[in-house]
């Protein structure tokens, strides 16, 4: 593994994706503490930063797996990238799911004028 601690993110890529699982370990090692607390830092939560974390590595597993990593020097930043897009998405998820939709209640809320003090017609004659 010594030999390994000198290669570049990039030739521990090409590694890992040969078969290497040392490679991934030490790029794991690498670069866990600042992506962890990037992270949390971002969505100020241990469990949740915990799943994201778990998440991106998953996420870029997968990907160097499958060939799709492309070279670029950036591999931080690569997985910087991944666990942004990660919360973004389950943020925007977690604000889609506090709308409250109309049709799904029996009752018209919007346009029910017993559940108003006054009507838009009182107002405007008043």
């Known amino acids: 593994m010594d030999i390994l601690s000198t290669m570049t993110d990039e030739e521990l890529v090409v590694l890992y994706a040969g078969g290497n699982n040392e490679a991934f370990d030490l790029l794991l090692g690498r670069h866990q503490q600042t992506l962890y607390a990037y992270i949390l830092y ?8 915990d799943d994201f974390f778990q998440e ?6 997968v990907t160097i797996q499958q060939g799709r990593y492309a070279e670029s020097g950036r591999f931080r930043s690569w997985l910087v990238r991944i666990a942004h897009n990660l919360m973004i998405d ?16 029996e009752t018209d809320l919007l346009n ?12 405007c004659h008043s």
């Open 90 to 105: 389950y943020f925007r998820q977690k604000k889609n799911e506090n709308i409250l939709s109309n049709d799904e209640c």
């Open 56 to 61: 991106t590595f998953c996420k870029a597993i």
């Open 112 to 123: 029910n004028a017993s559940l108003c003090e006054e009507t838009v017609e009182a107002v």
């Open 42 to 49: 971002t969505v100020r939560n241990k469990n949740l930063a």
